[in-house]
């Protein structure tokens, strides 16, 4: 009976670590999409899919500038300075993807206009 009571014991505390982590996650989820960077986060984010579907060029201003005007208080905390950090490694992700597709949209630019002459130079 001592080793139901242990293994009734044992599930009540994981059901309430569980319940306990479960409000955590949930206070977290809160805390980050009201945050002041958060609106800049998504737009990175989405910034980011968009280039790497091949839609290069910038969609409203840079997300540097943005990251620079956002108001952080003071003192920040932990979450400030991962929302920060997490919008400038994305605004990075995006120029790295970006400069590859540049380079073969011109490589591509280069090769029609190379067609064109040829076909214009070629006797009729």
Do not use: W
């Amino acid at each position: 009976m001592e080793a139901n009571n242990n293994v009734s014991d044992e599930n009540c505390k994981k059901g309430f670590v569980a319940d306990v982590e479960e409000e955590d996650v949930e206070t977290l989820k809160r805390r980050i999409s009201s945050h002041p960077l958060y609106g800049l986060l998504i737009q990175t984010h989405l910034n980011c899919l968009k280039v790497s579907l091949g839609e290069v060029g910038e969609v409203g201003t840079t997300d540097a500038a943005n990251l620079n005007q956002a108001t952080i208080p003071s003192s920040s905390s932990e979450l400030d300075l991962f929302m920060e950090a997490y919008c400038a490694i994305l605004s990075k992700l995006k120029e790295d993807i970006e400069e590859p597709v540049k380079e073969t949209e011109s490589f591509i630019d280069a090769t029609y206009v190379q067609l064109r002459e040829l076909r214009e130079d070629a006797p009729k």
